[in-house]
């Protein structure tokens, strides 16, 4: 039985990208997360998150964290986190949250976990299913429960090795007799690596990363399929004009392998990989994403971003080429809400093909 995808990571996969992800790498050095003396430990950083898309309409989130270090005297410790957030639209879709991330044992553990609950109205194109179906997008409204949690130890230099697991469950309702109504659960472990040599977890403005994962869905684990997901992502950077401006680039690959339903294809999503697209128009079981973006510092806590990327989505690499190219670009506006861990809120206006969104949140996108 098909099953549609409905965002499941909307909001946290913001919140997560921007703050969290980022958080994965080794990254600082040479006190980058140094904290005055006297200075307070705990600090909050808090927005409300307006946005728009052509599909959720007009929307927005609270979120609300926390960072803080777990040993304020260690000055290349980076800050744990902990989150919550909430998330309402112009189509009465909702989302609510929590997270926590933390970096232990000077920093030679890192251990995340979120939950989260809601109801999604999105769209999507029959046409991706394969031939015969209709080339339109169909509303349907999805509930979901998610739950995820991963660990990982350096092993050596800056390497890092760990263990995942993820569970989510959705209960799909069409407005069209076209797909039938549905519920499945998908659980499985994973491993993960990552290696790091960025010179700041929240702001880089040198270096690289390579970060990757790989989740094992089957009914050994309650899972209604049996399939792989493989994320794999890199990226680097590279400071110019007396580091006021940082050259940004990144290139994703999501793929599914074996059975994969249709709610475990890759969605091209601007919270999650390319700016500039609606989650739900296209999805497939494998992504590519290619994308680069100028950060420049122009006065004190202000920035500004200019952004542009490419991607394919397909059953198979083999299946995208030149023809199926998705561009996207778009700019931004950066404040640093807190100088210390140069954790920045952004607002990025992004268009794509036929499709644009504007995207509010804590962090840099990558």
Same mark, same amino acid.
């Given at each position: 039985?098909?099953?549609?995808?409905?965002?499941?990571?909307? @909001?946290?996969?913001?919140?997560?990208?921007?703050?969290? !992800?980022?958080?994965?790498?080794m990254g600082g050095g040479?006190?980058?997360?140094?904290?005055?003396?006297?200075?307070?430990?705990?600090?909050?950083?808090?927005?409300?998150?307006?946005?728009?898309?052509? /599909?959720?309409?007009?929307?927005?989130?609270? +979120?609300?964290?926390?960072?803080?270090?777990?040993?304020?005297?260690?000055?290349?410790?980076?800050?744990?986190? !902990?989150? @919550?957030?909430?998330?309402?639209?112009?189509?009465?879709? =909702?989302?609510?949250?929590?997270?926590?991330?933390?970096?232990?044992?000077?920093?030679?553990?890192?251990?995340?976990?979120?939950?989260?609950?809601?109801?999604?109205?999105?769209?999507? %194109?029959? *046409?991706?299913?394969?031939?015969?179906?209709?080339?339109?997008?169909?509303?349907?409204?999805?509930?979901?429960?998610?739950?995820?949690?991963?660990?990982?130890?350096?092993?050596?230099?800056?390497?890092?090795?760990?263990?995942?697991?993820?569970?989510?469950?959705?209960?799909?309702?069409?407005?069209?007799?076209?797909?039938?109504?549905?519920?499945? &659960?998908?659980?499985?472990?994973?491993?993960?690596?990552? =290696?790091?040599?960025? #010179?700041?977890?929240?702001?880089?403005?040198?270096?690289?990363?390579?970060?990757?994962?790989?989740?094992?869905?089957?009914?050994?684990?309650?899972?209604?399929?049996?399939?792989?997901?493989? %994320?794999?992502?890199?990226?680097?950077?590279?400071?110019?004009?007396?580091? !006021?401006? /940082?050259? *940004?680039?990144? +290139?994703?690959?999501?793929?599914?392998?074996? #059975?994969?339903?249709?709610?475990?294809?890759?969605?091209?999503?601007?919270?999650?990989?390319?700016?500039?697209?609606?989650?739900?128009?296209?999805?497939?079981?494998?992504?590519?994403?290619?994308?680069?973006?100028?950060?420049?510092?122009?006065?004190?806590?202000?920035?500004? +971003?200019?952004?542009?990327?490419?991607?394919?989505?397909?059953?198979?690499?083999?299946?995208?080429?030149?023809?199926?190219?998705?561009?996207?670009?778009?700019?931004?506006?950066? =404040? !640093?809400? @807190?100088? &210390?861990?140069?954790?920045?809120?952004?607002?990025?206006?992004?268009w794509g093909k036929h499709?644009?969104?504007?995207?509010?949140? @804590?962090?840099?996108?990558?």
């Amino acid at each position: 039985m098909m099953t549609v995808r409905i965002g499941l990571l909307l @909001i946290l996969l913001v919140i997560i990208s921007g703050t969290a !992800t980022a958080q994965m790498g080794m990254g600082g050095g040479e006190g980058a997360y140094a904290l005055e003396e006297g200075e307070r430990n705990l600090k909050f950083a808090g927005i409300p998150i307006p946005g728009y898309s052509d /599909v959720l309409g007009f929307n927005v989130a609270i +979120v609300v964290m926390a960072y803080y270090k777990m040993d304020r005297n260690d000055a290349d410790l980076p800050p744990s986190s !902990t989150g @919550i957030f909430g998330f309402y639209s112009e189509n009465k879709s =909702w989302m609510g949250g929590l997270f926590q991330k933390f970096h232990l044992d000077g920093d030679k553990w890192r251990v995340t976990a979120a939950y989260m609950n809601g109801s999604i109205k999105y769209q999507f %194109n029959p *046409a991706a299913i394969g031939p015969g179906f209709p080339d339109v997008f169909l509303d349907y409204t999805s509930g979901n429960n998610m739950i995820f949690a991963q660990g990982s130890r350096r092993t050596w230099d800056k390497l890092y090795l760990g263990l995942a697991a993820l569970s989510w469950s959705s209960q799909n309702t069409f407005g069209d007799d076209l797909i039938t109504d549905d519920e499945e &659960t998908y659980t499985g472990p994973g491993i993960l690596a990552e =290696w790091d040599k960025r #010179d700041h977890i929240m702001y880089p403005t040198d270096g690289m990363y390579v970060d990757g994962r790989l989740l094992f869905f089957s009914d050994t684990f309650g899972s209604d399929r049996d399939f792989q997901k493989l %994320n794999l992502e890199t990226g680097g950077y590279e400071a110019v004009k007396d580091s !006021t401006g /940082v050259l *940004a680039g990144r +290139v994703l690959y999501e793929a599914g392998f074996d #059975d994969v339903p249709f709610s475990g294809q890759s969605v091209l999503n601007g919270n999650r990989n390319l700016r500039g697209y609606s989650n739900g128009r296209y999805r497939a079981d494998q992504l590519l994403v290619l994308e680069t973006e100028y950060r420049w510092k122009f006065h004190r806590r202000w920035g500004a +971003v200019a952004f542009a990327g490419v991607a394919w989505s397909a059953d198979e690499l083999s299946q995208m080429s030149l023809g199926d190219t998705l561009p996207a670009s778009g700019i931004g506006l950066r =404040w !640093t809400m @807190i100088p &210390t861990y140069k954790i920045n809120a952004r607002i990025d206006y992004g268009w794509g093909k036929h499709d644009q969104a504007i995207y509010i949140a @804590i962090g840099e996108a990558y």
